[in-house]
């Protein structure tokens, strides 16, 4: 559905060395799944044998995946419907309850290849914010039009002994295990993610870049310019697209700053993703204070959905972690050149997020469908 409105040409074409082609992600979605579900499960050949290569994430970065000889528009739909099939025919086989195999139990394996694809919907979606003309086959008006009962702007989280991390049964990433103990001192939490409001008032007084998409209108005010429309800044709405260096200055500037991501996680306590905004449905964030019926223990509001938020913790390997099934999903992007985010955007599939999962990334970035919420202590 997402890529229904393309065109052969936009399919393949380069649009920012910082995002796959959209014919790169698709081809690498069924690549993955041949390669972890047809070939390592059901231990068939690949249909495409020598292209397997260039769908590999790590060796071949995204700046040069538009150089790659992979397979384009019809053939590359053609070859996501010939692995999606013998996908079928292989899991028909497998018996997941009795499996010994890590790979098989609780279906890892397919709960695993289900992310996998997901995710990359996302990041589709971060470049087609850059497609001027995009035009959604569908759309969902409804979390917009929420309303947003006021309410205090910081709610505060007691001290104590907190669970982080996700349970050792049913499907999580290797990097969210194993749940752990942790103390945490008292602290206080935004209740909703800073606002567009928020931040022009920090804009205007500050020496920073905007958030990703926004110009000035030439008469004081902000414009944002998204699938080639333009359309004034809405004050209510959280602010996304920022870097994690401007919502850490943002934080210093209004006297506070970010959560830790153990803060964050157990802030979302009672978190509950099926009153959230996500699932791409709305093509945009539900304003600040949205979703109030379903505000999470200490009272905060959208920690899933609407924008991943900036943590600022460093992206690192809890204590006992063991990389599952292979290290380089997680591991190989541990220390302390990526920062953490938490709680998935308005572009996140549902069946993704959860409030133990960990997503990550550079600094600077701000391409990702990143706002943030401040912490101080309590
Ligand atoms: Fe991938």
């Known amino acids: 559905m997402l890529i229904a409105p393309f065109s052969e040409e936009q399919l393949n074409r380069v649009y920012t060395p910082i995002l796959s082609p959209l014919a790169w992600d698709l081809g690498h979605i069924a690549n993955f799944e041949e390669l972890w579900l047809v070939q390592n499960v059901g231990g068939r050949e690949p249909l495409r044998g020598?292209?397997?290569?260039?769908?590999?994430a790590i060796e071949n970065p995204r700046s040069t995946r538009g150089e790659l000889p992979i397979l384009k528009g019809e053939e590359c739909i053609s070859?996501?419907?010939?692995?999606?099939?013998?996908t079928l025919d292989v899991l028909e086989?497998?018996?997941?309850?009795?499996?010994?195999?890590?790979?098989?139990?609780?279906?890892?394996?397919?709960?695993?290849?289900?992310?996998?694809?997901?995710?990359?919907?996302?990041?589709?979606?971060?470049?087609?914010?850059?497609?001027?003309?995009?035009?959604?086959?569908?759309?969902?008006?409804?979390?917009?039009?929420?309303?947003?009962?006021?309410?205090p702007e910081m709610v505060a989280v007691p001290a104590g002994t907190v669970e982080i991390g996700a349970a050792p049964r049913g499907f999580a990433y290797d990097n969210e295990r194993p749940r752990h103990e942790r103390e945490l001192a008292p602290f206080e939490i935004d209740r909703t993610p800073v606002t567009n409001a928020a931040y022009i008032e920090f804009l205007a007084d500050a020496d920073v870049e905007p958030p990703m998409y926004w110009e000035r209108d030439g008469e004081g005010g902000w414009v944002r310019t998204c699938m080639g429309r333009a359309e004034p800044v809405d004050p209510a709405l959280p602010v996304i697209h920022v870097s994690w260096d401007e919502a850490d200055a943002f934080a210093r500037w209004a006297g506070k700053r970010l959560p830790t991501e153990l803060?964050?996680?157990?802030?979302?306590?009672?978190?509950?993703?099926?009153?959230?905004?996500?699932?791409?449905?709305?093509?945009?964030?539900?304003?600040?204070?949205?979703?109030?019926d379903a505000c999470t223990e200490c009272g905060a509001v959208q920690m899933l959905g609407d924008a991943w938020e900036w943590t600022s913790s460093d992206f690192l390997g809890y204590p006992g972690f063991e990389p599952f099934p292979y290290p380089e999903y997680s591991q190989v992007f541990f220390g302390d050149e990526h920062k953490v985010l938490r709680g998935g955007a308005w572009a996140t599939r549902r069946g993704v997020i959860r409030p133990t999962f960990r997503n990550w990334d550079l600094?600077?970035?701000?391409?990702?469908?990143?706002?943030?919420?401040?912490?101080?202590?309590?």
């Open 93 to 151: 086989g497998v018996d997941f309850d009795s499996a010994e195999d890590p790979l098989l139990r609780d279906g890892f394996i397919y709960e695993m290849l289900l992310a996998h694809e997901y995710q990359h919907n996302e990041t589709m979606l971060q470049l087609i914010q850059m497609v001027e003309s995009y035009e959604p086959v569908e759309r969902d008006p409804a979390p917009a039009a929420e309303p947003t009962p006021a309410g």
């Open 363 to 378: 600094p600077q970035r701000k391409q990702i469908f990143a706002g943030f919420r401040c912490a101080r202590d309590g």
């Open 263 to 292: 803060e964050w996680e157990a802030a979302s306590a009672g978190a509950d993703p099926e009153r959230a905004n996500l699932d791409q449905l709305g093509f945009g964030c539900a304003p600040a204070g949205a979703y109030a």
């Open 50 to 56: 020598e292209l397997g290569r260039f769908y590999d």
């Open 79 to 86: 070859y996501l419907a010939q692995v999606r099939e013998r």
